[in-house]
Antibody
């Protein structure tokens, strides 16, 4: 069974940093591209970033480019999102989601349950 | 960036009703359109990809159609478990933008 478990969320002050992790099980992480998608409280879904299976292709939303860094450790079955210079508008549930295959297709098929990031003083 | 416009933003319907949700892209995205269902407090669930390809395990009362800029999600006979929020998303190019969602409520 495919499972994705996010961790690392919490309360952080504006300007602070946080590193999210996503631990994958039930499949070989290195065979799939991965995504982060977020959802602000009571709002819709926002695509944040994608990374190809080998890490060779990476894309970011304009709203996070230059502040967030997506990375992966296939040997450790883990996906990461390093978030720096956090703003109040980054407050959201962050979902880790697996794509259909090794290429980035923008079609997250399997999703974790999400981890809440709250940016507030 | 490609903008995705969903309508309606909310919809009240009764059990057994036929429901249609539309999604319009700001430019042609061919058939690169996904539909998701999300229930409160839960992660989204992919229902349909490539505009009309029903995911495994999704009931056949769900269907998708369209290409280019105009797409529809249809539920042929609404069931109690279908009350949720539905999102379209384009996978044609990054950023992979989502529509604002359609909240489907019980009438």
């Amino acid at each position: 069974e495919v499972q994705l478990v996010e961790s690392g969320g919490g309360l952080v002050k504006p300007g602070g940093s946080l590193r999210l992790s996503c631990t994958a099980s039930g499949f070989t992480l290195g065979s799939y591209s991965m995504n982060w998608v977020r959802q602000a409280p009571g709002k819709g879904l926002e695509w944040v970033s994608s990374i190809s299976s080998s890490g060779g292709y990476i894309y970011y939303a304009d709203s996070v480019r230059g502040r967030f860094t997506i990375s992966r450790d296939n040997a450790a079955n883990s996906l990461y999102l390093q978030m720096n210079n956090l703003r109040a508008e980054d407050t959201a549930v962050y979902y880790c989601a697996r794509d259909e295959g090794p290429r980035i297709t923008g079609t997250p098929l399997y999703w974790g349950q999400g981890t809440l990031v709250t940016v507030s003083s | 960036d490609i903008q995705m416009t969903q309508s309606p933003s909310s919809l009240s319907a009764s059990i057994g009703d036929r429901v249609t949700i539309t999604c319009r892209a700001s430019q042609s995205i061919s058939f690169y359109l996904n539909w998701y269902q999300q229930k409160p407090g839960k992660a989204p669930r992919l229902l349909i990809n490539a505009a009309s390809n029903l995911q495994s395990g999704v009931p056949s009362r769900f269907s998708g159609s369209g290409s280019g800029t105009d797409f529809t999600l249809t539920i042929s006979s609404l069931q109690p478990e279908d009350y949720a929020t539905y999102y379209c998303q384009q996978s044609y190019s990054t950023p992979h933008t989502f529509g604002r969602g359609t909240n489907l409520e019980i009438k």
